[in-house]
């Protein structure tokens, strides 16, 4: 049997190990509404965090804790603080901050910073950037894309897609019929997110973000017909960008000797990236509806959302009846 595991996932992941401020710049002028104040020759430093930092107390002569290797971000708390300092206080708290290999700065609120700071900054080349948006609002955007650039990332073999909100990642050896399940899903009025080769993202602790690469996105490959362009054939009700994976259906062709799930009690379970996701092994012979059951099990998983079981219900059944037929048994041999 073909045994999917998180140590071969793993193997074909990545995790960054660095953000380039020149990066950080192109992806969010925009965005954020970024623009370089001072410190251009420093856009090579590197971020190789994704924490923000306020350096509130360092400006203040408290360097023990400073968290200098992260983005520091100067709201109207740190520009006012340094504005009502004279010139040698504010130069000497500027001074003592810029020692340090700080990657990047970021005014909030469309501030205007104090000269010696531009000036400093200048000098250590350590870039500043100045933005409209607020505080709040450039910590949580900035945050997000942060998240999103040093998101451990794994790329797995296998189709992934969106059935009845759920999903779906079907996985399996080569040629076991991945694409033409996922083909037949979509024709059935159900989206697809990426064929071949998913790439996922953990976004969040327990959440896996599964895409298509750029390079093959709404691109699906059937044996003898050759590609398909899912998007120009089906429109946009057939695609989607990205999808959560929520359980796997790892497809095996049929064996007589080995022991299916027949119940449901027992689920088994897989890793990708530290994460647990619900696994079932389906097996496959000519003439069984797999685009069907996969549409039941993605129903099943709403079913166990809501707390409901069919296995379970069985089971209780069951237990209920037995309980019963012993107090039945128990009742008819009292000859007192």
Known sequence: MNEPNEKTAKSMGRVIDFLEVKQLFEDNEERLGLKLLAGSEGFQRQIEVKHLHRPGLALAGYIELFSYERIQILGNTEIFYLRGLDDEARLASIKKVMEFAIPCLIIANGSQPPMELLVQASEHKIPVFGTPLSTTD?????????????????????????????????????????????????????????????????????????????????????????????????????????????????????????????????????????????????????????????????????????????????????????????????????FE
């Open 138 to 334: 450039l910590t949580h955007l900035l945050s997000d894309y942060l998240d999103d650039q040093f998101a451990p990332t794994i790329s797995v073999h296998g189709s992934l897609v969106d059935v009845y909100g759920t999903g779906m990642l079907l996985t399996g050896r080569s040629g076991i019929g991945k694409s033409e399940i996922a083909l037949d899903l979509v024709e059935r009025g159900h989206r697809i997110v990426a064929d071949d080769r998913v790439r996922i993202d953990k976004k969040a602790e327990g959440v896996l973000i599964g895409t298509a690469p750029e390079v093959t996105r709404h691109i699906m490959e059937v044996r003898g017909v050759g590609l398909i362009d899912v998007r120009r054939m089906f429109g946009v009700r057939g695609i989607r960008v990205q999808k959560r994976v929520e359980v796997e259906v790892h497809l095996e062709e049929w064996d007589e000797t080995f022991e299916w799930e027949r119940v449901g009690l027992d689920y088994e379970s897989t890793k990708y990236i530290g994460v647990e996701v619900p696994l079932l092994r389906l097996p496959i012979f000519p003439g069984k509806n797999i685009s069907m059951i996969a549409e039941v099990i993605a129903l099943q998983i709403h079913l166990r959302v809501y707390g409901l079981n069919p296995a379970e219900e069985m089971h209780r059944r069951m237990a209920e009846e037995m309980n019963r037929r012993k107090v039945k048994n128990y009742l008819i041999r009292d």
